[in-house]
């Protein structure tokens, strides 16, 4: 698989999946520059019966396809390519996401891939390990690399129908969801960030997989109270403790409105909204950017007003 980039985003990068029948020509043109042309592969190892079988992709910047990418049935994802004057500006960081966003929604619960050696510093940032010793491949050095993927949750809901959440573990596995999803940025405002909800692996291990994508990307959180988070010593507070910067916890030095309770924001799309303070009772959507930029429009306002709790930072871990 070929150089990438260092996952920086700077130009705004549409996915897709391609198919060979209708976008084979695009796919050709793209591995015959890169592979071909600029890395010398004999064409006879270029092409093979796989493509006529794997599930390719696409990336485009404004409008023209600038990225490839194939995974075959078995799971290997290759031929991954970014045309040179779109490297380094984050297409191969938008594309990785984009496929491992849809691979679980295809029925695969792993990926595996030969990258080449100087590509594996960027197949890292996406949670890939290195597997087995260094072999040549194409007469380029390659290493096996594979990792699991999380399951599919796309039935929860698609586009922006509401979800009715009514127990802590809708709760709970939507605000997974959405921060899996999460490409740039989470804002969470809660009381004290709801262990039941926040406290555990998977959505630590979300928020810092979303931090090790770029370190551009941001986490916010904004709570009422900071002492249950260091009564428990909270795995988000950790996070913070560690973390440079992208991830930040204030504490409320106002009285916002009552009504506002717990929500969370990812990106500028998705929302979890708690609707009552007493019970797990709330609404969510994967898309929904109208009624995520009014809360992120509260939230950014109570964020301006908001002061760092000393505290937070002198905490022992």
């Known amino acids: ?66 990225a490839c990418a194939r995974l075959t049935p078995d799971g290997q994802l290759g031929r991954m390519a970014v045309l ?30 030969h990258a080449q050696t100087e590509a594996i510093p960027f197949y890292k940032n996406f949670e890939f390990q290195t597997e087995g010793d260094i072999f040549v491949e194409a007469n380029i050095d390659h290493q096996r690399m594979g990792r699991m993927l999380p399951p599919d949750r796309s039935h929860i809901a698609s586009g922006s129908d509401i979800i009715r959440l009514e127990s802590m573990e809708a709760f709970r596995e939507q605000s997974l969801l959405l921060a899996e ?15 039941a909800l926040y406290n555990h692996e998977d959505f630590t291990s979300a928020v810092l997989t979303l931090t090790k994508r770029s370190r551009f990307n941001k986490v916010r959180i904004l709570v009422r109270e900071t002492k249950p988070l260091l009564d428990c010593g909270h795995r988000l507070l950790r996070l913070y403790q560690r973390s440079n910067g992208q991830i930040d916890i204030r504490k409320l030095t106002i009285n916002p409105n009552q009504n506002i309770h717990e929500f969370l924001l990812s990106d500028d799309c998705g929302i979890v909204h708690r609707q009552d ?20 429009e509260a939230f950014d306002e109570m964020w301006n007003r908001a002061a760092t709790d000393p505290e937070l930072k002198r905490l022992t871990v």
């Open 1 to 66: 698989m070929s150089e990438t980039d260092d996952g920086l985003d700077f130009n705004p990068v549409r996915s897709m999946i391609a198919d060979w029948q209708t976008e084979g020509l695009i796919l050709r043109d793209i591995r015959t520059t890169v592979f071909i042309e600029e890395q010398k592969v004999p064409a006879e190892l270029e092409w093979d019966e796989e493509d006529s079988t794997s599930v390719h992709f696409l990336a485009f910047v404004d409008n023209e396809p600038v």
């Open 84 to 113: 040179k004057p779109h490297r380094r500006n984050g297409v191969g960081s938008a594309l990785m996401r984009f496929i491992l966003l849809e691979s679980p929604k295809l029925g695969f619960s792993s990926l595996f891939l």
């Open 181 to 195: 999803n999460a490409r740039h940025k989470l804002a969470i405002f809660s009381d004290h960030l709801d262990p």
């Open 277 to 296: 303070e007493k019970y797990y009772r709330g609404i969510s959507y994967l898309e929904h950017r109208g009624r995520v930029k009014q809360e992120l």
